[in-house]
């Protein structure tokens, strides 16, 4: 039996929210010198987004200004098995609290994103290193 490494995740976005994913991923392609697939971006702002303080992860799944970044446009991107698990641990983990209820795992990829456009130059750099 083969396992699958990749699978396909849908994106349902605005068309800010787009936008938003493709400076996303300009910046991340810039940072590595390199060009990179749509899911390394998504895999790279999970694994920023996960690595934030609890209380931020919180203040970023409740922020209305991300609530906007979802729409009725859906988008297909391909990424690894891995990027799932990451985000339903995520959405488990602020459930429990009950700080957020039950997130969707749009909403998780979506925050996800909105953390890595304001992080810095630096901070992308060190993450394309870790996707390679």
């Known amino acids: 039996m ?8 849908r994106l349902t976005m605005s068309d800010r929210g787009l936008d938003l994913f493709l400076s996303c991923h300009l910046r991340l392609c810039m940072a590595a010198r390199d060009l990179l697939s749509y ?7 999970m694994m920023l987004f996960a690595s934030r303080d609890f209380d931020e992860m919180v203040a970023e799944l409740l922020d209305p200004a991300v609530a906007k970044l979802a729409g009725d446009r859906q988008h297909y991107v391909g990424a690894s ?12 983990r602020v459930s429990e609290t009950g700080a957020v209820h039950a997130p ?10 909105s953390h890595m456009s304001a ?14």
């Open 104 to 113: 969707s795992l749009g909403s998780v990829y979506i925050a996800a994103l």
């Open 119 to 132: 992080v810095g130059d630096r901070e992308l750099i060190r993450i394309s290193c870790q996707l390679r």
């Open 81 to 92: 098995v891995e990027l799932g698990d990451m985000a339903r641990e995520i959405r488990a």
């Open 39 to 45: 899911g390394s971006t998504l895999q790279a702002a």
């Open 2 to 9: 083969v396992t699958r490494t990749t699978r396909t995740y």
